[in-house]
């Protein structure tokens, strides 16, 4: 039996892996789906004090108090930031790692900067902002993720969009300028990244897999591949092993 421990993207929350955790439980497999500080049904802990370092710490404490080895760790969009600090502490019970389009930073970078939304030399003011109170502390991408969705659906049936749409929560500000202590070149090479090429809102991060080496796999899909194909998501990581 292999635990998959299944990571959320921005806005979302473990519920969002549903429709991919069930046909890995069925196939004997345990799986693991925790939610961020200040995300999903944890909304309610959005703070300006919780940053990029209580997600390490909150996939950390699963690993150990589930106390479980030979996962496949596996993270969407946001959570490709979270990994490499997961790694980093926990990696001795860690097997196989799986980006599902997800967020590539690098060491000392926050996701503002890779994402491409933020310069540089702009994070300490709006670090400076956010502890102070005068921004934050959430993002509200929850907002601009259903106005993005509605203006421009995905590949999703209509049904489990509206679903994707309604359970969409904010989540800290932090989380995205804070800069990312252990980034994604601290990996190894055989790291698997899936891309979604009909979507170039990631493309800089699968442009920053190529340049690592990792074993890459392009699929004609969009960012929300793993609410509108979960179905073809559960038979890549059940095939891969």
């Known amino acids: ?8 993207g921005g806005g979302m929350g473990g519920w969002v892996w549903r429709h991919v955790a069930a046909p890995l439980r ?13 995300f999903g049904e944890r909304v309610h802990l959005l703070s300006k004090d919780h940053g990029h370092d209580v997600h390490v710490q909150d996939v ?7 106390d479980v080895s030979d996962v496949v760790l596996v993270g969407h969009s ?19 790692i799986v ?15 890779t994402m491409g939304q933020m310069l540089a030399d702009q994070m300490p003011g709006v670090r400076a ?17 259903r106005e993005l969705l509605r203006a421009n659906p995905h590949d999703v049936p209509a049904e489990r969009m509206e679903w994707l749409l309604e359970h969409l929560s904010d989540m800290p500000l932090r989380s995205v300028v804070d800069p990312v202590a252990v980034g994604v070149e ?18 800089r991060s699968h442009e920053r897999a190529v340049e690592l080496g990792w074993q890459m796999h392009e699929w004609k899909a969009d960012h929300s591949f793993i609410v509108g194909q979960p179905e073809q998501v559960a038979d890549f990581l059940l095939g891969h092993g």
């Open 1 to 8: 039996m292999t635990t998959y421990v299944l990571l959320h």
């Open 26 to 38: 069925a196939a004997g497999h345990e799986v693991l789906t925790p939610t961020f500080t200040g």
């Open 60 to 66: 950390v404490g699963v690993l150990r108090y589930e």
């Open 78 to 96: 946001f959570a490709g930031t979270v990994i490499p600090g997961v790694v980093a502490t926990e990696g001795g019970r860690i097997r196989r």
């Open 99 to 113: 980006y599902l389009d997800a967020v590539m930073s690098y060491s000392g970078e926050s996701v503002s900067e």
């Open 129 to 145: 902002a956010v502890q102070g109170g005068q921004a934050g502390p959430g993002t509200d991408v929850h907002v601009m993720q």
């Open 186 to 203: 601290t990996l190894p090479r055989t790291t698997e990244y899936i891309a979604a090429k009909n979507d170039p809102t990631m493309a």
